[in-house]
């Protein structure tokens, strides 16, 4: 299987640490940024990154894409059968997704990607980001984290993985959580798990050149 994307994109990262999770083997491919790759487009018919290959069958987009490994490898249950539990694990994707990562999108792109790719920087929505935008998001995390360290049903579930994803863009903008301990607390445990923790090493060696 071949999973394509720079997991500096929380998308992209969030489907490569639900694959270590479950135990799935991915090639990881990273597409020549800013040209066309025939290859890529191919499985990814807007350019989005994640999309992902697994022999004849292609499908982008990191949701589907991590239905799909819950299809084909059931154990462990990152997405739980009981329907309230389900139904809470899909809403922290979709807060994750969109909610979190479009708060904090602006700051990742401005203060990290544009230096990264020369693209030009607008410092002021990067600063809007930081403090209009991101404060509220993570207040509601906050407010909602369980004592057991776990976003839902007591365990790790696609709503950790999910939801840390992001986390480790605000690690690389040094963004200061002590505001939120819960928050803080869940993030550096959820970070420092080997699903996430190759990524957060592979990605500040990419960032500190
Ligand atoms: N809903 C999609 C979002 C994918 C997405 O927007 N990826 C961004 C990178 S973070 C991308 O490919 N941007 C390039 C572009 O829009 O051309 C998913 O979950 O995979």
């Known amino acids: ?15 490569l640490a639900y694959a270590a999770e479950k135990g799935i083997e991915v090639t ?3 597409p020549p940024f800013g040209q066309p790759d025939p290859e890529f487009m191919a499985v990814s018919p ?3 990154i994640p999309a992902l290959k697994d022999g004849d069958f ?7 894409i991590i239905q799909y490994f819950e299809a084909i490898k059931p154990e462990p249950a990152l997405i739980p059968a009981d329907p309230k539990d389900r139904a809470r694990v899909i ?19 401005n203060r990290i990607v544009a230096r990264l790719t020369g693209a030009p920087s607008d410092e002021a929505a ?5 403090t209009r935008d991101v404060p509220p998001v993570l207040d509601y995390l906050e407010r909602v984290m369980p004592d057991s360290g776990h976003l839902v049903a007591d365990r790790l579930t696609l709503a950790d993985i999910a939801v840390a994803s992001p986390f480790v863009n605000l690690l690389h903008l040094r963004f200061d959580l002590a505001p939120w ?3 803080k607390a869940w993030s550096e445990a959820m970070l420092a798990r080997p699903s996430f923790a190759r990524w957060v090493t592979a990605e500040s060696r990419l960032l500190s050149r």
Do not use: C, N, Q
């Open 1 to 15: 299987m071949i999973l394509y994307g720079a997991s500096l994109s929380p998308f992209v990262r969030k489907t």
């Open 28 to 30: 990881h491919k990273v």
């Open 46 to 48: 807007f350019g989005k």
């Open 58 to 64: 292609s499908i982008p987009d990191s949701s589907a």
């Open 91 to 109: 809403w922290f994707e979709e807060y994750a997704d969109t909610i979190l990562v479009g708060a904090s999108g602006p700051l990742f792109f």
């Open 126 to 130: 990067a600063a809007r980001a930081e």
């Open 181 to 183: 301990p819960k928050v």
